[in-house]
T-cell receptor
């Protein structure tokens, strides 16, 4: 079975541009969460979507937005890119909204570099 | 606000050594604690999940313990191998801004042949 897939794997943008990152969860998983991992740090929670609705938002500015589609895939959008947005963006999926006794499954991420 | 700390930040050991990685968290209101492995430039691979009512979990050469009252977890790796070289991250599952994982900064492990 395919795991969580993310595209693109690498992306280079300049300041002020806009970017869209994509995530396909494991088949049957209805929850998708997005995390930002700056080099040398642990991941930070950005969003959780479940059944196409936003169910959680971390401490990120409104330049960050996301959505989930009927097939449960998801997009993360970032507007007006800043140098500080350079990071590995990770997507995680789970079957339920609250996977207290299930591990979350992560994709390999999208490496975003801002010049 | 939940904070997760991992000590040490980096560790280098010779092959075959048993080692312990430490994780501490500030708020005991957690649903579970998870240990992940991250290889350079890659995503996270789940190693062990300990539910809040459990004390430890084992998988092969890995053993993780949880002491919720003191806000501590340890990951024990027996008979380390060069293939164990990676960054190890611990994370606690909480309900705060969402149903979310709060991660520590990780421990970079290098096992020398």
């Amino acid at each position: 079975d395919a795991g969580v897939t993310q595209s693109p794997t690498h992306l280079i943008k300049t300041r002020g541009q806009h970017v869209t990152l994509r995530c396909s969860p494991i088949s049957g998983h209805k929850s998708v969460s997005w995390y930002q991992q700056v080099l040398g740090q642990g991941p930070q929670f950005i969003f959780q979507y479940y059944e196409k609705e936003e169910r959680g938002r971390g401490n990120f500015p409104d330049r960050f937005s996301a959505r989930q589609f009927p097939n449960y895939s998801s997009e993360l959008n970032v507007n007006a890119l800043l140098l500080g947005d350079s990071a590995l963006y990770l997507c995680a999926s789970s079957f339920t909204l609250k996977p207290y006794n299930q591990p979350q499954h992560f994709g390999d991420g999208t490496r975003l570099s801002i010049l | 606000k939940q904070e997760v700390t991992q000590i040490p930040a980096a560790l280098s050991v010779p092959e075959g050594e048993n080692l312990v990685l430490n994780c501490s968290f500030t708020d005991s209101a957690i649903y579970n604690l998870q240990w992940f492995r991250q290889d350079p430039g890659k995503g996270l691979t789940s190693l062990l999940l300990i539910q809040s009512s459990q004390r430890e979990q084992t998988s092969g050469r890995l053993n993780a313990s949880l002491d919720k009252s003191s806000g501590r977890s340890t990951l024990y790796i027996a008979a380390s191998q060069p293939g164990d070289s990676a960054t190890y991250l611990c994370a606690v599952y909480i309900v705060d801004a969402g149903n979310m994982l709060t991660f520590g900064g990780g421990t970079r492990l290098m096992v020398k042949p």
